[in-house]
């Protein structure tokens, strides 16, 4: 079964930083593109951040600057480095990533951001 794990959600304050981390269980380049989603309380999921082969990393207008994407194939891991945190920030977040012709979703790890 084809899995993705996240780990490295936390409790941060405001303007602190957190890295997550994505692993699957597949060599990772058979993933095209990997993403990041979040879902707070209430609303919907929303795509934070996508890395494709093709377009490379492309972040949503609300975490621009702050959030970076990066993924490595050689540890099949891709990670979230999400500085200036504000706790509107605060959410699940989920890794994606699309295996061939299959949507994979990791189990979720909850960030919060609060003083």
């Known amino acids: 079964q084809v899995k993705l794990v996240e780990s490295g959600g936390d409790l941060v304050q405001p303007g602190g930083s957190l890295r997550l981390s994505c692993a699957a269980n597949?060599?990772?380049?058979?993933?095209?593109?990997m993403a990041w989603y979040r879902q707070a309380p209430g609303n919907q999921r929303e795509l934070v951040a996508e890395?494709?082969?093709?377009?490379?990393?492309t972040y949503a207008d609300s975490v621009k600057g702050r959030f970076t994407i990066s993924r490595d194939d050689a540890k099949n891991t891709v990670d979230l480095q999400m500085n200036s945190l504000k706790p509107e920030d605060t959410a699940v977040y989920y890794c994606?990533?699309?295996?061939?012709?299959?949507?994979?979703w990791g189990q979720g790890t909850q960030v919060t951001v609060s003083s």
């Open positions: 994606f990533g699309r295996y061939y012709e299959t949507e994979i």
């Open positions: 597949r060599i990772l380049y058979n993933f095209n593109p």
């Open positions: 890395t494709s082969h093709r377009d490379g990393p």
